[in-house]
């Protein structure tokens, strides 16, 4: 008895075939980026993206149409073409997860073939439509005719064909901008990475920039390397008013501890001035039991930072406070006439006029002494749809799963 074998290419095709189309679409995009470097392009913005997109969908409904006719064309609408799809994003994904993607050499293969930038590459936006173009066939064949049973199914699957679709067609419409905000100043104006200015809809007046920092922490440097000393953990140890501790194979005792001073002669005093940095007066004692004392500064934009060595290789130097929080109080003004008083802060978005707009950094060489605040500014319009296919995916899902768990229950009654 001979056993029946399905050669390659034979209809009906199968998971091999679909594994094959998928990956052939990647060659073809890798192929194409390497000829045409796609970074050379601009992205498509509205209404291009719109009309682009609408042609895309009757595409897919003239094929849906056509499938029905053509029984040869079905396998697009079967299992197997859409777990190639997916393989072949999810490598995609995976070499993204691997691969930094940040600007590099242009004459290396990464960049040739766009896998520093893959959200942006021809691989990437080949194998994103196809998805789009398998999952649309499916979820047309499951609309019509229309069942009660399948609903969880065309919700899910339609959320997330319009998650894709909307963030791929959105990404040329959003705009990512930065804004230097000075102290009693109105900036209309933001720019890109690029350094390109736009004219806003909206204007932003700095009132004040405030800043919270941590104490400066105690650390060894060696003096060969420039290094930080790590030999034992912790490594670093915040300072406090007379903090005791042991730092490596020294003892240390803080014995006097300023946030903000000066140097005035041999020593260091509580000052509050322009520039005024931390300070410490610190007293070592080494292995063999000698004891090291001397002040240490970490400086400011205005002031030297000062150390203590503790012998040829290493020295003591308090490191440069670090940021707890900082926020600025703004006036916004928007073209009708109105202003709007926010605090902005980290993480923590004010939206106007379809802006966001979230308080990203300042200036660190000031310090605690800033009077520049930088805030982005993002407008995202096809993020509401995004949000949309986010939601039908979960509702769809939650669905699917109660179901299931409602058949399984009968069968075992």
């Known amino acids: ?47 291009q993206n719109l009309i682009f997109g609408a042609l895309f969908i009757i595409l897919i409904i003239a094929t849906s149409i ?32 691997v691969t930094p993607q940040i600007p590099m050499e242009k004459d290396s293969l990464i960049t040739m073939l766009g896998l520093n930038r893959l959200t942006t590459s021809l691989p990437f936006l080949f194998i994103n439509f196809y998805l789009l173009f398998v999952l649309g066939i499916v979820i047309i064949r499951k609309v019509s005719p229309l069942q009660l049973k399948d609903w969880g199914f065309i919700c899910s699957h339609l959320g997330l064909w319009i998650t894709v679709f909307a ?11 930065r804004m230097d905000l000075h102290e009693n100043q109105i900036e209309g104006r933001a720019y890109d990475d690029k350094g390109n200015f736009y004219e806003l ?9 405030k800043i919270d920092e941590f104490n400066p922490k105690l650390a060894v440097v060696d003096n060969t390397t420039g290094m930080l000393y790590e030999a034992t953990k912790p490594s670093m140890i915040m300072i406090e008013d007379s903090l005791s501790c042991q730092l490596h194979d020294w003892k240390i005792q803080v014995e006097a501890f300023f946030l903000t001073s000066g140097r005035a002669g041999d020593r260091y ?140 229950s009968k069968s075992e009654d």
């Open 1 to 47: 008895m001979t056993k029946n074998t399905k050669t390659l290419w034979q209809t009906p095709w199968g998971y091999y075939e679909s594994l094959l189309i998928a990956f052939g679409i990647l060659l073809i995009g890798f192929a194409l980026e390497i000829a045409v470097d796609s970074s050379n392009f601009g992205t498509i913005v509205f209404p």
């Open 66 to 97: 056509l499938i029905r006719k053509k029984k040869s064309l079905k396998f697009i609408a079967e299992i197997p073409a859409s777990i190639g799809a997916i393989a072949a994003l999810s490598l995609l994904v995976v070499v993204m997860g």
């Open 167 to 177: 963030a791929g067609l959105g990404s040329g419409d959003l705009q990512r901008l």
């Open 201 to 209: 809809p909206l204007a932003i007046k700095l009132n004040d920039f």
């Open 269 to 408: 005093y509580s000052l509050s001035d322009l520039g005024a940095a931390p300070a410490a007066k610190i007293s070592l004692i080494t292995k063999a039991n000698d004891t090291i004392r001397g002040w240490i500064s970490c400086g400011s934009f205005n002031r030297p930072h000062e150390s203590l060595k503790i012998d040829d290789r290493f020295s003591l130097l308090m490191t440069v406070p670090e940021p707890k929080r900082f926020s600025s109080d703004v006036i916004i003004f928007t073209p009708d006439g109105a202003k709007q008083e926010q605090s902005l802060e980290v993480n923590k978005s004010f939206t106007v006029n379809g802006w966001k707009i979230y308080q990203l950094s300042y200036d660190e060489t000031m310090g605690i002494y800033s009077t520049k605040s930088i805030v982005e500014v993002v407008k995202d319009p096809w993020q509401m749809f995004v949000y949309i296919g986010v939601f039908m995916m979960l509702i769809g899902s939650a669905y699917i799963f109660w179901r299931g768990n409602k058949v399984t």
